[in-house]
C-alpha cells in the first residue's frame, strides 16, 4: 500500500527557513504529481505548489519565497520554505497523484511567530 508522511514542521520565526519533506513508502515516478497544500482552521484546504514532469508551480504568496522539489524517481519529495511569514503558518500536507488515486499524508504543522 502507498502511503506518505510529512515531516520537517515546527516553530520558525518571521524571516527564517524551514524544509519540509514528504516520505513515500516506495519510489515513484517523476510523471506522478506532487503537490503541497495547507490547511488553517476555519478555512478550507488551500494548494501551495506542485511538481510535475511539466514543472512547477506556486500559489501567489509563496512564489519566490517557497520551492518544491522531488528526488528523481526516488521516494522523497521537499517544500523549502524561505522568508516565512505569520500567514504561512498552518498544517503542511503532501499529496501524490497516482494513477489508482491521490494519496495525502497526516500533516505537519509549521507555526510562524516571535
Known amino acids: 500500500q502507498f502511503q506518505v508522511m510529512e515531516s520537517g514542521g515546527g516553530l520558525v520565526q518571521p524571516g527564517g527557513s524551514l524544509t519540509l519533506s514528504c516520505t513515500a513508502s516506495k519510489a515513484y515516478s517523476t510523471v506522478y504529481p506532487v503537490a503541497w497544500y495547507r490547511e488553517v482552521p476555519g478555512k478550507e484546504r488551500e494548494f501551495v505548489a506542485e511538481v510535475s514532469r511539466r514543472g512547477t508551480n506556486y500559489t501567489d504568496s509563496v512564489k519566490g519565497r517557497f520551492t518544491v522539489s522531488k528526488d528523481g524517481a526516488g521516494k522523497m519529495a521537499y517544500l523549502q520554505m524561505n522568508d516565512v511569514k505569520p500567514e504561512d503558518t498552518g498544517v503542511y500536507f503532501c499529496?501524490?497523484?497516482?494513477?489508482?488515486?491521490?494519496?495525502w499524508g497526516q500533516g505537519t504543522q509549521v507555526t510562524v511567530s516571535l
Open positions: 499529496s501524490v497523484q497516482l494513477l489508482n488515486g491521490v494519496h
